[in-house]
């Protein structure tokens, strides 16, 4: 059984380790802006802004928070259904087509980086154990 001091060991070398120029640019694809970008850019269907809310598991305030602020930026359109005036569509503009293209662009620049420099052996391996990872975590989160 691993003690508290490997346990705060291993923490601080992950975190030394962590790329914030890389796996940021992920996160970020992962929540917020990116995150709805990303999914309405995917979207086969009109999305409605609790459907969105549900998602990214935040309240509908804060979903329509973001939501102003992206079509402020022009990276979405909304507008009341035509079905259920009480529902709001998002949808992407071409802007932010253009906003999530690129940051798919500069992710994919970066994983051939990795590729490049570290290898797919060794990139797969990283793969594996993480998603052992996060097995872990989602295990423990259902016992809950």
């Given at each position: 059984m691993s003690t508290r001091e490997d346990a705060q060991e291993m923490l601080h070398k992950l975190r030394a380790c962590r790329s914030k120029a890389f796996l940021?640019?992920?996160?970020?694809?992962?929540?917020?802006?990116g995150f709805v970008l990303v999914f309405l850019q995917e979207a086969n269907q009109k999305v409605i802004a609790g459907d969105l809310a549900r998602e990214l598991n935040v309240s509908t305030a804060r979903i329509a928070a973001l939501?102003?602020?992206?079509?402020?930026?022009?990276?979405?359109?909304?507008?009341?259904s035509s079905v259920d005036a009480r529902q709001t569509v998002v949808e992407i503009t071409p802007q932010g087509t253009a906003y999530v293209d690129k940051m798919k662009e500069q992710i994919l620049i970066k994983m051939e980086l990795?590729?490049?420099k570290i290898g797919r052996k060794d990139m797969e391996e990283f793969i594996?154990?993480?998603?052992?990872?996060?097995?872990?975590?989602?295990?423990?989160?259902?016992?809950?």
């Open positions: 940021g640019e992920i996160d970020e694809s992962q929540k917020g802006i939501l102003r602020k992206m079509e402020k930026n022009g990276l979405i359109v909304r507008y009341h990795l590729l490049e594996r154990i993480s998603h052992k990872i996060k097995d872990v975590f989602e295990e423990q989160a259902r016992r809950h």
